[in-house]
């Protein structure tokens, strides 16, 4: 699984908000490696300043300086929709109105085919989702309307997931899609009662990078909009019926462990999923590992509430980036080598229980294993902070068809014997709600096919129709 953007909003008179900007995009650089961008308003026009890489490799002192202004959106990108050209990077920038706008997007719509044939439009001529939204809203601006009412008529018929940040001249508008998939946060800048400026962002360590204070997260179906020092709330779209539906994978992978999601801190939460992992079952074992970065909080808590030994039995190359070419199963296999080794000393000998965060595929999972074996542990026990993926996400996660998944057709003991662990064991569903402290304010469509939104396949009690 990959994550899938980050963005960013920022409004602060008289502060060097490109640099501001640039700091909370590199506190979300996990969420996205493929590109970054950043658009800027200048009193006069809008200039965006986009390319893949890292944040690091697009940004340079020189673009940061053309970046003027005090208001200012940001984005790190992923795709999961569209192409993975540099020509789909974003912000993406539209000249209607009499300024243009520019606008970041976090998540996937799921009625894009509908939305497009709207206007006569396909897919085919569109670089991805988000350029969708921003042609229809230029389309709606075009006809006179202002870009806030084009936002509600073209956001109110959008399915799926949208965390998006939009600049136009005097205003920087974030807007959250009705069950809140992905998630959004806001910060100010400056003391309380004289801000002097505010920051919204994919996740709460972009605020802290910048000095801002956390205020609240954008709700679910709400517009927040900055202008100057000044922050108004519109609700924007209907709610949906029943509750947020945050994407359950943020707690669990996506999002920062220093993250707070919900009023949660997503480190303690992962703490929480390997404590309540070892006391579903028990196995005789010498060491507790976890697979670097997130199955790592998860082994510390299986360690804690088991007393068995934690070790840092792998260590991770911090620099792999995001590699552009289509791996096939053999290639990702290899990927393990290049992202983890094994401290043959610290396992040569030893019954290991390994904490990884989720399965996908499988094929990473079984290279890791039989690397782990290769080492000389002499078992593995393999413990997943998350029950069986067996279902696609259509809501801004990159993850396989079904058919590719591996818990989509198998149980759990033939998922152990393709892994070629000793045993396997899942969190259930209930412990890792309740390691999260949430009940149903969170998405697992992944994990048990309720998609809390339409999704452009056919779904019924026999399964889904692609
Ligand atoms: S389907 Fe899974 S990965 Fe996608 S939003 Fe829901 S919980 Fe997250």
């Known amino acids: 699984m990959k994550e899938a953007c980050g963005v960013v909003g920022l409004v602060a008179p008289g502060r060097d908000v490109a640099h501001l900007c640039f700091d909370a995009l590199y506190a979300l650089q996990h969420r996205g490696q493929e590109s970054a961008g950043m658009a800027a308003f200048d009193d006069h026009q809008i200039t965006v300043v986009k390319d893949n890489g890292l944040v690091s490799h697009v940004f340079s002192e020189t673009t940061l300086n053309a970046l003027s202004g005090s208001l200012i959106i940001g984005h790190t990108r992923y795709s999961t929709s569209g192409s993975a050209n540099w020509t789909a990077a974003q912000p993406v920038y539209r000249s209607a109105g009499a300024s243009g706008f520019a606008l970041a997007h976090n998540g996937n719509l799921t009625n894009t085919a509908e939305l497009a044939a709207s206007v006569g439009l396909t897919m085919t001529s569109m670089l991805s989702d988000s350029d969708l939204v921003a042609e229809l809203l230029a389309r709606e601006v075009q006809c006179g309307v202002t870009l806030v009412e084009a936002l509600a008529t073209v956001l109110g018929r959008a399915q799926g997931a949208f965390s998006m940040v939009v600049l136009e001249a005097d205003a920087v508008h974030a807007v959250r899609d009705p069950r809140g998939f992905r998630p959004l946060c806001l910060g100010r800048l400056g003391p309380p009662d004289a801000p002097d400026g505010w920051i919204v962002a994919s996740e709460t360590p972009a605020l802290d990078v910048v000095g801002a204070t956390f205020v609240r997260e954008i709700e679910p179906g709400e517009m927040v909009t900055i202008e100057g020092t000044r922050v108004t709330s519109t609700r924007l779209l209907n709610p949906a019926a029943g509750p947020t539906r945050l994407c359950i994978f943020e707690f669990v992978y996506f999002a920062r462990p220093d993250a707070y999601l919900l009023g949660h801190q997503v480190h303690g939460a992962r703490r929480r999923m390997g404590e309540l992992l070892a006391a579903q079952s028990s196995v005789a074992a010498d060491l507790v590992m ?30 792999i980036g995001r590699t552009f070419i289509a791996p096939d199963a053999a290639q990702r296999a290899r990927s393990v080598r290049r992202k983890l080794n094994p401290l043959r000393e610290t396992i040569a000998g030893q019954r290991l229980i390994v904490v990884d965060d989720s399965i996908v595929r499988g094929t990473t999972t079984r290279a890791l294993v039989g690397m782990l074996r290769d080492a000389g542990a002499a078992e593995v026990h393999l413990r997943i902070s998350s029950p069986p993926f067996a279902w696609p996400c259509y809501y801004g996660i990159d993850t ?17 014997d393709y892994i070629g662990c000793d045993s396997l064991e ?25 998609y809390p939104a339409p999704v452009p396949v056919v779904i019924g009690a026999a399964g889904a129709r692609w």
Do not use: W
């Open 400 to 416: 396989p068809s079904r058919d590719d998944l591996l818990a989509a057709h198998r149980d759990v003991a033939a998922m152990r």
């Open 426 to 450: 899942f969190i259930s569903l209930e412990n890792l709600r309740a390691a999260i402290g949430l009940r149903d304010e969170c998405c697992d469509a992944c994990l048990t096919g309720h």
């Open 290 to 319: 976890g697979v670097p970065d997130s199955g790592v909080p998860a082994a510390e808590g299986y360690a804690q509430a088991s007393g068995i030994p934690f070790a840092q039995g792998l260590v991770k190359n911090r620099y």
